[in-house]
């Protein structure tokens, strides 16, 4: 028995349509998602992970407080999912000072970029001493990264004689970790650009092509 192509056509094309709505459905949800992503990062790098609520998220969204539940019905996963973010443009800003620093010279040309992802690191940070902190664990990842990846560069400074005699590879790696997070906190606080060469001058006391390459601190040039 031959089928009736209008009845076919009947049954199929609400199925389209039916299809259609969920992937629209499901590309706004994502969307969303990432909204409130971004939107969370920038409360936590102002307020702290304590001093943010989902209903603060929610109304800087412009979604309802239920609507915020149905993505994320908890603050702690919500918090999860930006230190994951985080943690990737944290991962890039070491990758990419490890990869300039090759030749030590060209540090005095590299600036981090100053986002508002650094500066949540920076604070969460400061909050997340507290082992109970829900980003505990994932802060002391971040940080245990930053400094093994310095620590190898550092290393290798020392193994070509680059490093004054004396200098530890693995002091210079937390120095420098702790100084980032202080200077974006200055950042966030101050805003006056003062940071521009902190990480150059630094390494100057301690890297010797560095200070041969340029003996005079930015400050001093005429």
């Known amino acids: ?30 969307r969303t998602r990432e909204v409130i992503l971004e939107e969370a990062t920038i409360l936590f790098s102002k307020y702290g ?24 019905s908890r603050k702690e996963a919500l918090l999860q999912a930006v230190l994951e973010r985080v943690a ?9 000072f490890v990869k300039t620093a090759q030749e030590p010279a060209a540090v005095r040309e590299w600036d981090a970029v100053r986002q508002y992802q650094s500066v949540m690191f920076a604070v969460v940070r400061a909050e997340a001493v507290e082992k109970d902190h829900p980003g505990h664990e994932a802060i002391v990842g971040m940080q245990t990264m930053a400094e093994e990846k310095l620590t190898d560069l550092f290393k290798m400074y020392e193994e070509k004689g680059w490093l004054e005699q004396g200098a530890e590879p693995e002091w210079i790696a937390r120095s420098i ?14 805003d006056d650009g003062l940071y521009d060469h902190d990480l150059s001058i ?12 340029d003996p005079f601190p930015p400050k001093e040039r005429k």
């Not at 603060?56 to 539940?69: A, C, F, K, T």
């Not at 390494?203 to 041969?212: G, Q, S």
């Open 49 to 72: 992970y304590r001093g943010t609520s989902l209903r603060d998220i929610s109304e800087r969204v412009g979604i309802s407080h239920p609507g915020m539940l149905h993505h994320f």
């Open 177 to 190: 970790v702790a100084m980032w997070t202080g200077v974006f906190m200055r950042d966030a606080l101050m």
């Open 202 to 213: 630094f390494l100057r006391m301690f890297v010797i092509p560095l200070r041969e390459a």
């Open 1 to 30: 028995m031959t089928p009736d192509r209008r009845t076919s056509r009947l049954t199929v094309e609400p199925s389209r349509e039916a299809g259609a709505r969920v992937n629209l459905t499901r590309a706004r949800g994502e």
């Open 88 to 96: 990737e443009h944290f991962e890039a800003l070491i990758d990419d």
